[in-house]
């Protein structure tokens, strides 16, 4: 791992814990180094308060202020350029005075995209772009695709039985175990909106809260037959929704899937549950590659993404 890397990784932590109170904006992570040693770090901690960078410079130890024009910013998304909220933060690194900036991945916002680099270079400031941006791209994958492709970011979610049914003989049936009910619900906390169909909703009457872990309950949203799917998600669009889960059932996941609107498939498999025979787990798509694989006890989570980056 390079230098650049590993403080870069450290912007990634710092940004991760933003999580909750950042959004709509995206999470963002700032770390200043000089002599090889970290002198100021910070991250967007609420929507509305000062972002990542302005944070970083205040933690920066009055002893310590000699060293910014020998130092280095490293910041996990492109510096804002443009007057919103708060004043710009590629003005303000100017303004500081620092060698050099290490920036993540661009910031597709129409405002910005690109115009922060400029401004950091035609002032003079050395700028390199793109370290560990795949992991700064994941970071912000709802903000990156709302602003990006017009859409939410959206995860289709459901838990089977060893033997592919979501259900038994139509019937409700838990398969999560207490950790994996508890991450299902921390999941919750962190998208903006939660989907089911109307058959679902009708059937099973879900509560789509947060009641086991902590944070806000995501919208509650009831898919009707009559409501087309590209509607929906431009409505949600234009609603400011950037991320969205879909809990099922399967004909709703499946048409999700079939219209190519995911982006996330989070998989819950109970090895050890058998059913006799009910409604079969939706097919995965063929663009679908494995994310991650946790296990839990008797039950594994697989996450799959697009075969395809953030672009």
């Known amino acids: 791992m390079t230098n650049d890397e590993k403080y ?19 999470m963002v992570g700032a770390v200043i180094v000089a002599d090889d040693r970290i002198i100021g770090e910070g991250y967007h901690v609420r929507c509305g308060e000062g972002h990542a960078e302005v944070n970083a410079f205040a933690s920066v130890r009055p002893e310590d202020e000699r060293l910014l024009p020998e130092s280095t910013v490293y910041v996990s998304l492109e510096p804002c350029a443009h007057y919103g909220r708060t ?23 129409a405002k910005v995209q690109g115009r922060g680099i400029d401004m950091l270079r035609q002032a003079g400031i050395q700028v390199t772009v793109g370290v560990l941006e795949a992991e700064c791209q994941w970071l912000n994958r709802r903000f990156l695709t709302y602003h990006r492709h017009h859409r939410p970011y959206i995860i289709l979610k459901w838990a089977q039985t060893a033997n592919g049914f979501i259900d038994d003989h139509g019937r409700a049936l838990a398969v999560s175990n207490e950790h994996t009910l508890m991450l299902s619900h921390q999941l919750r906390a962190q998208e903006d909106a939660i989907l089911v169909g109307h058959t679902t909703y009708l059937r099973e009457h879900p509560q789509l809260t947060v009641r086991h872990w902590h944070g806000p309950d995501p919208q509650r949203i009831v898919l009707t037959r009559q409501r087309p799917l590209p509607q929906l998600i431009d409505d949600l669009y234009q609603h400011q929704v950037q991320s969205l889960i879909v809990e099922g059932g399967r004909q709703t996941l499946q048409a999700f899937i079939s219209d190519g609107l995911w982006d996330e498939l989070r ?45």
């Open 87 to 109: 004043p710009p933060c590629a003005e303000l690194i100017i303004r500081k005075g620092v060698r050099r900036v290490v920036v993540g991945c661009i910031d597709p916002f």
């Open 8 to 26: 870069m990784h450290r912007c990634l932590q710092l940004a991760a814990n933003g999580i909750l109170g950042a959004r709509p904006n995206p």
């Open 267 to 311: 998989v819950e498999t109970n090895h050890r549950l058998l059913v006799s025979d009910g409604t079969a787990a939706p097919q995965l798509p063929v663009t679908a590659r494995q994310h991650a694989l946790h296990t839990y006890g008797d039950n594994t989570l697989a996450v799959f993404t697009k075969n395809h980056e953030l672009h």
